[in-house]
């Protein structure tokens, strides 16, 4: 069951994340980027990404950061899968041992 | 025979993409678990995750979602969030330049953080090695749409289990994002030049987390990064 609020409530998320997903193709399109324009799209995608995870280094639990070291460290060499499962792993060992 | 490469470029996305499945996995039970103790019904967490299927907004907008939702906040909140797709979408643009605009916007509506990402390296790769076109379409589909049952799918389970689940995040399960993320942004490393500004994005970002309350250190953080490369490109 769909109460009406929330139905309007997640069509108008759905709608402004659709937007937001269109937006950047529709703008650049048919652009031909200059070199600095350039420059600056191939250093946005890593932007966004350490962006998102940014809270995860300043972490007030000292066993998450410790983790997040040994997930940097794994991610030098390691494929994802395995990096994952360290950066999981780690976590959980730390949790089981902390206090 | 371009049916038979279509197929092994659709296999060769979604291999990229399993390893990654198993941190959305537990992230959507835990939407979920958290959407059923907010009192969202099955129906609602299918169609927020389907009609949304955009994480960290949903995260968002659990937090804020009572028996009326704020509609307007969560809305707003939502647009700010995702406001990083527009950078994602713009940064793929150029490679898109083949393709009809009729395909490609359907096809991103399936553009999520991480099958955007293992599509964006995989791009720069192709485009490293000549290979042509750079953007592989077929790996595209394969890398983004399996995301999409999973998310909507686990965090079915995890509302219909709902306090069950427990505290899934003891497991250690908070570590799989930045894993994650940080294995992406090795497959996006081309030099010093670019890690400054992924520096500058990061230091920023941690900076307007501990001090600006909501949602806004994402927004930050890439502005900031993207500003830095482009006066250090003016500078030179």
Redesign the interface.
Known sequence: ???T??????????S????????????????K?G??AR????????????????????SPHPE?LI??GI??V???RL???F???????????L?LYWQ | MPHLHTRSEILRGAK?A???M??VAPYAMVLGAQASQVD??L??VG??TG????G???FA?IKLWAA??P?LT??LI??LI?????????????F??HLP?RK??PA??F?A?EGW?IS?ADTLRRSQGQQLPAFSWPYYWGACLPFYPVWVGFALIGAAIGPALGNIE?????????????????G?W?GPR??C??L???L???LV??TVPGAW??F???I???L???L???MQ
């Open positions: 069951m769909i109460s609020a929330a139905l309007l409530t997640i069509l108008g998320m759905a402004a994340t659709y937007a937001t997903r269109l937006a950047g193709y529709l703008l650049l399109r048919k652009r980027l070199p600095r420059a600056v799209m191939e250093a946005a995608p890593g932007c966004v990404l350490i962006s998102v995870i940014a809270p995860h280094f300043v998450e983790a997040l997930t940097l794994a991610a030098w494929p994802m899968l990096t994952v499962a360290i950066g999981v792993a780690s976590l959980a060992v949790r | 990229d399993l390893p990654v198993f941190a969202l019904s129906a609602e169609a927020m009609l949304n299927f955009a960290c907004s949903e907008a009326v939702p509609m969560i809305v939502t647009l995702n406001s990083r797709h527009i950078v994602m979408g713009a940064a793929l643009a150029p898109l330049q605009k490609v916007i991103l509506f553009m953080d990402a964006y003891a497991y250690g399960f908070a570590m799989a994002f930045p894993a994650v993320f940080i294995v992406l942004l090795r996006m081309k670019l890690a500004a992924w500058v994005s990061l920023v970002a941690i987390y501990l250190f994402v930050a953080g890439v900031a990064g993207m830095f490369t482009y250090r490109e003016v």
